[in-house]
Structure formats: structure tokens, C-alpha cells
């Protein structure tokens, strides 16, 4: 079993940073990749980015890779989401999640999901 708790979120605005943590929990959790995702509104849950269990290894969506960036902390058991030059439709809330395989951009395939945190990005 994995937990997860993502913490980080707030208001900001445009143009500003925000670094998003992923906590984990539960002895398997260095076996896991752990993937970022965000839900606006009214929309689909919408891939970010994934990182390896060991963090060597990470896979973007090219819509935000130029401004996110994704890393992890083995010894803390983190997994963080660097956010900057954020954007009014950076507004979501965001989650990680938990999948044994890498790399991985579908939601559904994830087996362990944090509660979210909420971004929001003031123009």
C-alpha cells in the first residue's frame, strides 16, 4: 500500500512560482513511478509529467515542460513539481499518483492517488 499527500498549492500570480510536494508512505514506494496530473474545472484530469522510483528518468507533456519540472528525493521520499512563468490556465487542482510502470500518461492506469492540492493562478 501507498499513500501520498501533495501540499504546495495556493494563490500566486501570473508570471509567479510555486513548488508542489508529493509525500509518500508505505513500505513499496520505492518501487513506484509517480506521475503528476491537474483537473480544471470541467475538464478531463490532464497528465503533467512522470519521474522514475529512482528519479534518473523523466517524461513531460511538451504543453508544460518548458516551464515545469519535475524531481524526487529518494532519502525524503518526495517527489516535488517545480511550477514557473505560471498562467491563469495553470488553475487546477493538482495531483500525483502512484503507477508501477514508466513511463505512464494515463490516469486510469495509476494505482495510488493523492487528495490534491488547489492552483490558483490570479491574471
Known amino acids: 500500500q501507498v499513500q501520498l499527500v501533495e501540499s504546495g498549492g495556493g494563490l500566486v500570480q501570473a508570471g509567479g512560482s510555486l513548488r508542489l510536494s508529493c509525500a509518500a508512505s508505505g513500505r513499496t514506494f520505492d518501487n513506484y513511478a509517480v506521475g503528476w496530473f491537474r483537473q480544471a474545472p470541467g475538464k478531463d484530469r490532464e497528465f503533467i509529467g512522470a519521474i522514475t522510483w529512482s528519479g534518473a528518468s523523466t517524461y513531460q507533456s511538451d504543453s508544460v515542460k518548458d516551464r515545469f519540472t519535475i524531481s524526487r528525493d529518494t532519502v525524503k521520499r518526495a517527489v516535488y513539481l517545480q511550477m514557473n512563468r505560471l498562467k491563469p490556465d495553470d488553475t487546477a487542482v493538482y495531483y500525483c499518483?502512484?503507477?508501477?510502470?514508466?513511463?505512464?500518461?494515463?490516469?486510469?492506469?495509476?494505482?495510488?492517488w493523492g487528495q490534491g492540492t488547489q492552483v490558483t493562478v490570479s491574471s
Open positions: 499518483a502512484a503507477v508501477g510502470r514508466f513511463p505512464v500518461s494515463t490516469a486510469q492506469a495509476y494505482d495510488y
